[in-house]
Nanobody
Framework: QVQLVESGGGLVQAGGSLRLSCAAS????????MGWYRQAPGKQRELVST???????NYADSVKGRFTISRDNAKRTVYLQMNSLKAEDTAIYYC?????????WGQGTQVTVSS
């Protein structure tokens, strides 16, 4: 069974930075796509950024130029560096891993940006 453990969330002022981490454990194929999604109160979960097993990245328009996704395959960890944070970035951030036909979610980490 695959487990994802997120960390790095918290409270930050607008304009500040946070770095999220998501460590994967368990049995999985080598090729995994990983990513970050977020869900704000009263809204649907939305894609923030994804990274393929070979490093190709994708970003939501709302975070382009401010967020950077990266991964360390040896540590099975994906990171999300978030800079120039805005109040509208406030949400629970979820890590996602796709391996073959299976998908897994972390428990989520809260990010709160005060304006």
């Amino acid at each position: 069974q695959v487990q994802l453990v997120e960390s790095g969330g918290g409270l930050v002022q607008a304009g500040g930075s946070l770095r999220l981490s998501c460590a994967a454990s368990g049995r999985m194929s080598r090729a995994q796509d990983m990513g970050w999604y977020r869900q704000a109160p009263g809204k649907q979960r939305e894609l923030v950024s994804t990274i393929t097993w070979d490093g190709r990245t994708n970003y939501a328009d709302s975070v382009k130029g401010r967020f950077t996704i990266s991964r360390d395959n040896a540590k099975r960890t994906v990171y999300l560096q978030m800079n120039s944070l805005k109040a509208e970035d406030t949400a629970i951030y979820y890590c996602n891993l796709k391996s073959g036909v299976s998908g897994y979610w972390g428990q989520g980490t809260q990010v709160t940006v005060s304006s």
